[in-house]
């Protein structure tokens, strides 16, 4: 009797030196994560500056990846830093308390240079990506290493060096590099499933066509886009390549328009199958396969991303199925390309 708890009393010490372990192995981990973040980007004149490229790249795979909660107290420890998010977000709120023409007129008149107000007045970015939101302030600015970077309402991205330019100076393109920002955006009709055209989304110079789903009972609605990024610094590297998806479930509002509600996000089943071009000088292709469940969020209010491993190279097309879930909603919606 005595040697079993003995053994018990063994086991027992066994298992609690294992957990301080695993704990202080996490802990550390993450002391690592926070401290590549805080040495890897900085806040210079209210935009973020990023170390350089290389800090860029990796930093984003780790930022994508966060929680809404996440990306709340990151932003935190940035001080002088605002995001375009945290802005997105607090319109969203505000738009709650809309109730009349007057307070709709009002509220358009603040976000005119921010918000986007669909035609059913449901509200959207008024320039970038929702990834660009996190990283950009109000003006779609950030920077890495010498390049400064801004994303535009006329849906551009516009790279230069040297000094700080203003909106006025922007204007003369001379000496900047523009590059194209399309949104993902599927069919604006109500579709009862997410049933696209049958085949492959078919890419044009680096860009995914526009699609968006959604699904709804006339009082809630999930939308799902699916986002193709593609970043070419210069003409030496052939870039990377990015899907993810975002997820919002909106609700009607009593005057008119729909707005964001907070609930809980689910996906499973999603199944992709990328084909992309390493080298844009040479034929051929590769084709990135990704199996996976999205792990779900609680209680979340705002648009949610699902993030996909880059990849190097530029995209071709891309095939595949997956389910996104939301409470409330009925019918969850599948789509499959």
Same mark, same amino acid.
């Given at each position: 009797?005595?040697?079993?708890?003995?053994?018990?009393?063994? %086991?027992?010490?066994? @298992?609690? %030196?294992?957990?301080?372990?695993?704990?202080?192995?996490?802990?550390?981990?993450?002391? @690592?994560?926070?401290?590549?973040?805080?040495?890897?980007?900085?806040?210079?004149?209210? $935009?973020?500056?990023?170390?350089?490229?290389?800090?860029?790249?990796?930093?984003?795979?780790?930022?994508?990846?966060?929680?809404?909660?996440?990306?709340?107290?990151?932003?935190?420890?940035?001080?002088?830093?605002?995001? $375009?998010?945290?802005?997105?977000?607090?319109?969203?709120?505000?738009?709650?308390?809309?109730?009349?023409?007057?307070?709709?007129?009002?509220?358009?008149?603040?976000?005119?240079?921010?918000?986007?107000?669909?035609?059913?007045?449901?509200?959207?970015?008024? &320039?970038?990506?929702?990834?660009?939101?996190? %990283?950009?302030?109000?003006?779609?600015?950030?920077?890495?290493?010498?390049?400064?970077?801004?994303?535009?309402?006329?849906?551009?991205?516009?790279?230069?060096?040297?000094?700080?330019?203003?909106?006025?100076?922007?204007?003369?393109?001379?000496?900047?590099?523009?590059?194209?920002?399309?949104?993902?955006?599927?069919?604006?009709?109500?579709?009862?499933?997410?049933?696209?055209?049958?085949?492959?989304?078919?890419?044009?110079?680096?860009?995914?066509?526009? $699609?968006?789903?959604? #699904?709804?009972?006339?009082?809630?609605?999930?939308?799902?886009?699916?986002?193709?990024?593609?970043?070419?610094?210069?003409?030496?590297?052939?870039?990377?390549?990015?899907?993810?998806?975002? @997820?919002?479930?909106?609700?009607?509002?009593?005057?008119?328009?729909?707005?964001? #509600?907070?609930?809980?996000?689910?996906?499973?089943? @999603?199944?992709?199958? &990328?084909?992309? #071009?390493?080298?844009?000088?040479?034929?051929?292709?590769?084709?990135?396969?990704?199996?996976?469940?999205?792990?779900?969020?609680?209680?979340?209010?705002?648009?949610? %991303?699902?993030?996909?491993?880059?990849?190097?190279?530029?995209?071709?097309?891309?095939?595949?199925?997956?389910?996104?879930?939301?409470?409330?909603?009925?019918?969850?919606?599948?789509?499959?390309?």
């Amino acid at each position: 009797m005595k040697i079993n708890q003995n053994l018990s009393r063994l %086991i027992l010490l066994s @298992v609690c %030196i294992t957990l301080l372990f695993s704990c202080k192995k996490d802990a550390n981990k993450e002391n @690592v994560t926070e401290k590549t973040l805080s040495t890897a980007v900085t806040v210079e004149n209210g $935009y973020l500056k990023f170390r350089d490229q290389k800090a860029f790249d990796s930093l984003q795979n780790i930022i994508i990846n966060y929680s809404p909660q996440e990306l709340d107290r990151w932003e935190k420890g940035l001080i002088g830093f605002n995001s $375009y998010r945290s802005t997105y977000l607090k319109a969203q709120r505000e738009y709650d308390n809309v109730n009349s023409s007057e307070n709709f007129k009002l509220f358009k008149a603040k976000y005119a240079d921010l918000i986007t107000i669909r035609p059913d007045s449901s509200l959207t970015y008024g &320039f970038g990506t929702p990834f660009s939101a996190i %990283i950009t302030n109000n003006s779609g600015e950030l920077k890495i290493g010498d390049e400064f970077r801004k994303y535009t309402k006329e849906n551009s991205l516009i790279l230069y060096t040297g000094n700080h330019k203003n909106a006025s100076e922007l204007k003369n393109t001379s000496n900047l590099t523009i590059l194209p920002v399309k949104r993902l955006l599927m069919t604006n009709k109500n579709v009862k499933s997410l049933a696209p055209p049958q085949g492959s989304t078919m890419f044009n110079n680096g860009m995914l066509s526009q $699609y968006l789903f959604y #699904n709804g009972d006339g009082k809630r609605r999930l939308y799902v886009e699916l986002w193709y990024e593609h970043n070419q610094p210069n003409l030496v590297t052939y870039g990377s390549s990015r899907f993810y998806f975002v @997820v919002l479930q909106e609700l009607k509002k009593t005057f008119g328009g729909w707005r964001s #509600n907070e609930t809980d996000y689910y996906s499973n089943g @999603v199944d992709l199958r &990328f084909t992309s #071009n390493f080298n844009p000088n040479s034929p051929g292709s590769s084709v990135i396969y990704f199996n996976s469940s999205f792990n779900a969020f609680q209680g979340v209010t705002g648009p949610i %991303i699902y993030n996909m491993p880059s990849f190097a190279g530029s995209g071709i097309s891309i095939t595949g199925t997956g389910r996104f879930t939301t409470g409330g909603v009925p019918d969850a919606p599948v789509f499959g390309y």
